[in-house]
């Protein structure tokens, strides 16, 4: 099971495609950006939306460089550190594009809410909590890789290290985290997804990532799993689940808990060397996993337009960050095939119902920003611009 990430990055504008380096396996850009071009993920609708939606997210960014003009000032490390990556996938960098004033800013806010005595990205009262640690450092990481001046990567270099030390002295001994990096006592699926992704990144940009934290927390979203027997096209599927957390032992069949989770396990690449499970069986898993969001997927929409409230529905954007990727980095096309089309032309339409008729998506508990970001971190993946989404 080769899950290795490959880090090729594809430009898709106006319907060509530039490959600006090349993959260390081979021709995997070249044929990446041979997919996207047959498969036409990227339509003249989708450039238009992603367009909108990056000027209205740059609108919303206050003069500090968080965003929180439009709502989100309690979760504000989270929203603003999900809307410099989506800035960061439009193809901008912190010294070049369009948006590089604003990631910067962004990066400079960020810098101001790390403790400097533990690492912590925690600001004032801000509620992002692990969450909020997680996605800076993610986005920290993304950013630090597309720098060149020097004394500016030295700068991040050094965050980004205490960062990470912080996330791994966080972990529990089930391998996973909780809300905060202090309380070794609760575990949860959802923050220790944030973490492996953060770790990850960091470890892809160069930073120093023990081998054994990452292999904890791939066991541990192992031991979440839940094995889920259902009917499609009447023939009989085994699929995966994951529970809420290991300390409570809850399971609420979260379609969003799922996509975190098979997204973060398409990423164990060479981490699975010296690992004390078994590969065989984190691919049965993987795979298994894979074939229930697929079952659940037109469901999932379905509610979705019907306006219900189930928590994995009101977590919708959420949830699609971590389902696109789990669908784009699928071995199968035909995961993506089904999906991204759907997913594109839902979030297009919602755009254009929005009332505030400004480019954005509309606002949910989080504010516009965070609705924004993700919509545009979703449409992104198939431009391949953010190591993130690179196959």
Same mark, same amino acid.
């Given at each position: 099971m080769?899950?290795i990430? $490959?880090?090729?990055f594809v *430009?898709v504008?106006l319907g060509?495609?530039? &490959?600006?380096s090349v993959? @260390?396996? #081979?021709?995997?850009s070249?044929?990446t950006?041979?997919?996207i071009l047959?498969?036409?993920?990227v339509t003249?609708?989708l450039?238009?939306?992603?367009?909108?939606?990056?000027k209205r997210?740059?609108?919303?960014?206050d003069?500090?460089?968080?965003?929180?003009?439009?709502?989100?000032?309690n979760?504000?490390?989270?929203?603003?550190?999900?809307?410099?990556?989506a800035l960061?996938a439009s193809g901008?960098?912190?010294?070049?594009?369009?948006?590089?004033?604003?990631i910067r800013?962004?990066?400079?806010?960020?810098?101001?809410?790390?403790?400097?005595?533990?690492?912590?990205?925690t600001g004032d009262?801000?509620g992002?909590?692990?969450h909020?640690?997680?996605?800076a450092t993610?986005?920290?990481a993304q950013?630090?890789g597309?720098l060149e001046?020097?004394?500016?990567?030295n $700068?991040l270099?050094?965050? *980004?290290?205490?960062a990470?030390?912080?996330? &791994?002295?966080?972990?529990? @001994?089930? #391998?996973g985290?909780?809300?905060v990096?202090d309380?070794?006592?609760w575990?949860e699926?959802?923050?220790?997804?944030?973490?492996?992704q953060a770790?990850?990144?960091?470890s892809?940009?160069?930073?120093?990532?023990?081998?054994?934290?990452?292999?904890?927390a791939?066991?541990?979203?192992?031991?979440?799993?839940?094995?889920?027997?259902?009917?499609?096209n009447k023939?009989?599927?085994?699929?995966?689940?994951f529970?809420y957390s290991?300390?409570?032992?809850?399971?609420?069949d979260?379609?969003?808990?799922c996509?975190?989770?098979?997204?973060?396990?398409?990423g164990?690449?060479?981490?699975?060397?010296?690992?004390?499970?078994?590969?065989?069986?984190i691919?049965?898993?993987?795979?298994?996993?894979l074939?229930?969001?697929?079952f659940?997927?037109d469901?999932f929409i379905?509610? $979705?337009?019907?306006?219900?409230g189930?928590?994995?529905?009101?977590?919708f954007?959420?949830?699609?960050?971590?389902?696109?990727?789990?669908?784009?980095?699928a071995?199968?096309e035909v995961y993506f095939?089904?999906?991204?089309?759907?997913?594109?032309?839902?979030?297009?339409e919602?755009?254009?119902?929005?009332p505030?008729n400004?480019?954005?998506?509309p606002?949910?508990s989080?504010?516009?920003?965070?609705t924004t970001?993700?919509?545009?971190?979703?449409?992104?993946v198939?431009?391949q611009l953010?190591?993130?989404?690179t196959?």
């Amino acid at each position: 099971m080769n899950m290795i990430r $490959r880090w090729s990055f594809v *430009l898709v504008l106006l319907g060509s495609v530039t &490959s600006l380096s090349v993959a @260390q396996e #081979g021709g995997d850009s070249e044929a990446t950006a041979q997919r996207i071009l047959n498969k036409n993920y990227v339509t003249e609708d989708l450039k238009e939306s992603v367009k909108k939606g990056l000027k209205r997210l740059s609108e919303l960014q206050d003069a500090n460089g968080a965003f929180t003009r439009a709502g989100g000032q309690n979760v504000a490390i989270a929203t603003s550190s999900l809307c410099g990556l989506a800035l960061l996938a439009s193809g901008s960098t912190p010294e070049k594009g369009p948006y590089a004033t604003h990631i910067r800013k962004c990066i400079d806010w960020l810098l101001t809410t790390q403790d400097r005595n533990t690492g912590y990205f925690t600001g004032d009262n801000d509620g992002s909590r692990i969450h909020g640690h997680g996605y800076a450092t993610l986005f920290l990481a993304q950013a630090y890789g597309a720098l060149e001046d020097v004394k500016e990567k030295n $700068r991040l270099k050094k965050a *980004l290290e205490a960062a990470v030390e912080r996330i &791994s002295k966080g972990q529990t @001994q089930f #391998g996973g985290w909780g809300y905060v990096p202090d309380d070794l006592t609760w575990d949860e699926g959802s923050t220790t997804v944030c973490c492996i992704q953060a770790l990850r990144a960091a470890s892809d940009a160069g930073l120093k990532v023990e081998k054994k934290t990452i292999q904890n927390a791939i066991k541990y979203m192992y031991d979440t799993a839940e094995k889920r027997v259902f009917i499609h096209n009447k023939e009989e599927h085994t699929g995966y689940t994951f529970k809420y957390s290991l300390a409570s032992g809850w399971n609420s069949d979260s379609y969003a808990l799922c996509a975190a989770a098979i997204a973060t396990l398409n990423g164990i690449g060479v981490y699975a060397e010296g690992a004390t499970w078994n590969e065989h069986d984190i691919g049965k898993v993987y795979y298994g996993g894979l074939k229930w969001l697929r079952f659940k997927f037109d469901d999932f929409i379905g509610r $979705r337009k019907a306006g219900q409230g189930a928590l994995d529905v009101s977590h919708f954007y959420y949830a699609h960050f971590y389902a696109v990727q789990a669908m784009w980095m699928a071995p199968d096309e035909v995961y993506f095939d089904e999906y991204f089309p759907k997913m594109r032309e839902l979030l297009i339409e919602e755009q254009k119902r929005n009332p505030a008729n400004n480019g954005g998506w509309p606002s949910q508990s989080y504010g516009e920003a965070y609705t924004t970001a993700f919509a545009l971190l979703i449409l992104q993946v198939p431009y391949q611009l953010l190591p993130l989404y690179t196959r």
